[in-house]
């Protein structure tokens, strides 16, 4: 495609629901990045994949978080039981080789009530 | 921990200006040190990208530069234009892996008509 595509752009969930947030990557792009972005913050690194594989997860504020890319292209986000301190724009980039987020997809606001 | 501070956290000018961005990091030990930019309700795009090597890059109107041993950078805008408004961020990366940017809480930038 000709960007990151990132779907929903809004999810609101009740407090315990479980959600699932999927990012689409540029085609091709080996490298995939989530980062969970607050109000009034930076975003921060949740985690890394290089093709299917999770290099690194030690973003991950809890095990309630989970991230698979199963052949290498789409990535789902899943949290369980959400929280109200879940509530962030989750942002996901990928970039074409080099572990580097590149280009960034428009994110996913998560509102948990 | 990287922890990364930006000043100023908002600046209003008008059109026309030269303004300067400020950016801090704890953490010298860094590869690289990424500048973008986030408008409202949208993903992150890549302004400049300054290696641990260089002292400064452009791109058009914008100029970066790095002192990574007093472990700050600077974002000169030249004749800053209304469409310049926007959020900008400072992201070193973590030094234990390009792909660990830490982000600033950015400093948001209006340039009045």
């Known amino acids: 495609g000709a960007g990151v595509s990132q779907s929903p752009r809004y999810k609101v969930a009740k407090r315990g629901q479980d959600v699932a947030l999927r990012c689409d990557p540029i085609s091709g792009h080996v490298s995939l990045f989530w980062y969970q972005q607050a109000l009034g913050q930076g975003p921060e690194f949740l985690t890394y994949?290089?093709?299917?594989?999770?290099?690194?997860k030690s973003g991950l504020p809890s095990d309630r978080f989970f991230a698979e890319r199963p052949e290498g292209s789409v990535s789902t986000l899943k949290i369980q039981r959400t929280q109200q301190e879940d509530s962030a724009v989750y942002l996901c980039?990928?970039?074409?080789?080099?572990?580097?987020?590149?280009?960034f997809g428009q994110g996913t606001r998560l509102t948990v009530v | 921990k990287q922890e990364v501070t930006q000043i100023p956290a908002a600046l209003s000018v008008p059109e026309g200006e030269n303004l300067v961005l400020n950016c801090s990091f704890t953490?010298?030990?860094?590869?690289?040190l990424q500048w973008f930019r986030q408008d409202p309700g949208k993903g992150l795009t890549s302004l400049l990208l300054?290696?641990?090597?260089?002292r400064e890059q452009t791109s058009g109107r914008l100029n970066a530069s790095l002192d990574k041993s007093s472990g700050r950078s600077t974002l000169y805008i030249a004749a800053s234009q209304p469409g310049d408004s926007a959020t900008y961020l400072c992201a070193p990366d973590s030094g234990a892996g390009s792909y660990q940017l830490t982000f600033g809480k950015g400093t948001k930038l209006s340039v009045i008509p």
């Open positions: 980039a990928s970039s074409l080789e080099q572990a580097r987020p590149a280009f």
């Open positions: 953490d010298s030990a860094i590869y690289n």
């Open positions: 994949f290089q093709n299917e594989a999770q290099l690194d």
């Open positions: 300054i290696q641990s090597s260089q």
